[in-house]
């Protein structure tokens, strides 16, 4: 049973570049969450997808979109990269909408120079 | 702000004692979950314990929640040095599926 898996697994990025993040959700899962955990913080919530539509949404900019496909996989979008978006960039999986446990993968490390 | 908020920052032991760990949070909950999380990797799911229990257990872990503080307490016995990891609680909100993560206790157990 394949559990969360992300690519890439670390990225290295220029001030003002785009970059797309990919998760593939745990097997019999439907619903991604998106986080953002900084060096030593706890992760924040960027949004959720459940039935191909962003369902929740953190304080997050614009410049942070994603996107959900039939088969539950997720990519999410960063424009207009600031130095400030460094981070460790957590998918994690659940079942439904009702706040199941949430099974997350190893995680994006991006670098934004 | 309905983020969770960790108690203490930092926790070292020795190999064998009990760790005790305490998460705070602002407004009702659905749910309360605490995760593991090994050198700035994924997270772990650890525990989760709904608004209408007030203990559960797993293995080594138990879970105490106390909704009229607002408080969550994760207590790990005879710890192990592989227990060596940040632990953070997060809550969830009735009615919404995102989850508020503290800032995570650091705990570190000596051989």
């Known amino acids: 049973d394949a559990g969360v898996t992300q690519s890439p697994t670390h990225l290295i990025k220029t001030r003002g570049q785009q970059v797309t993040l990919r998760c593939s959700p745990k097997s019999g899962h439907d619903t991604v969450s998106w986080y953002q955990q900084a060096l030593g913080q706890g992760p924040q919530f960027i949004f959720q997808y459940y039935e191909e539509e962003e369902r929740q949404r953190g304080n997050f900019p614009d410049r942070f979109s994603g996107h959900q496909f039939p088969n539950y996989s997720s990519e999410l979008n960063v424009n207009a990269l600031l130095l400030g978006d460094s981070a460790l960039y957590l998918c994690a999986s659940s079942l439904g909408k009702g706040g199941y446990e949430q099974y997350f993968g190893p995680g994006t490390r991006l670098t934004v120079t | 702000s309905q983020q969770g908020e960790e108690d203490p920052q930092a926790l070292s032991i020795q190999e064998g004692e009990n760790a005790t760990m305490n998460c705070s949070y602002k407004?009702?909950?659905?749910?309360l979950q605490w995760y593991r999380q090994n050198s700035g990797r994924g997270l772990v799911h650890l525990i989760l314990?709904?608004?209408?229990?007030r203990e559960k257990h797993s293995g080594r872990l138990r879970v105490t929640l106390d909704t009229s503080k607002k408080s969550s307490s994760l207590l790990i016995t005879a710890s192990r040095a592989a227990d060596t990891a940040s632990y953070f609680c997060?809550?969830?909100?009735?009615?919404?599926?995102?989850?508020?993560f503290g800032s995570g206790t650091k705990l570190n157990v000596k051989p």
């Open positions: 314990i709904r608004s209408n229990e």
């Open positions: 407004t009702s909950i659905n749910n």
């Open positions: 997060a809550t969830a909100p009735y009615n919404f599926n995102k989850f508020y």
